[in-house]
């Protein structure tokens, strides 16, 4: 009797079964991508700078000032850690310094979607006038912005 009982259960047919069996791999796997998508998303944030005016005044004592805003545009904080003229790293130079709007020396941070200001003073007789300056802002994560400004 429990021969025939085993005998005359239904089970799935192959068809159904094969059915069930994708369904739930797919539902697994749009799982897996969307976790995997939001991981991704933390650690692919970048940082992209704008340079969106740059331009040099020259005062009544021979000096130029030049003055820069940059825009993040990117997914990520920024910092300008060190400003390059003519291939040269700032520091290199005398008579010239670096500041933001506050007076602060480099660092500048530029958070996520502001903007900042970078302020070169140039004493006179370090560049003559006619010079072009090529600026490059380099940042905290590696990246250059360059910049070309010709002093008059």
């Not at 130029?64 to 825009?71: D, G, M, S």
Request: hydrophobic share 40%; aromatic share 8%.
């Amino acid at each position: 009797m429990a021969r025939e009982i085993i005998r005359n259960r239904k089970a799935l047919s192959p068809v159904i079964a094969t059915v069930i069996l994708v369904s739930v791999t797919i539902v697994v796997a749009v799982a897996v991508a969307y976790w995997m998508g939001g991981i991704a998303g933390l650690y692919t944030r970048f940082e992209k700078m704008e340079i969106t005016s740059c331009y040099a005044v020259k005062d009544a004592n021979g000096n130029y000032n030049v003055t820069v805003q940059l825009r993040n545009s990117g997914s990520a904080d920024a910092t300008i850690d060190y400003v390059l003229i003519n291939g040269k790293p700032v520091s290199q130079y005398q008579g010239i310094t670096v500041r933001d709007s506050e007076n602060d020396t480099l660092p500048l941070a530029i958070p996520l979607g502001q903007s900042g200001t970078v302020y070169i003073d140039i004493n006179k007789g370090v560049f003559q006038p006619g010079t072009t300056l090529d600026l490059k802002f380099h940042s905290a994560a590696g990246k250059e912005y360059p910049q070309m400004l010709p002093l008059s």
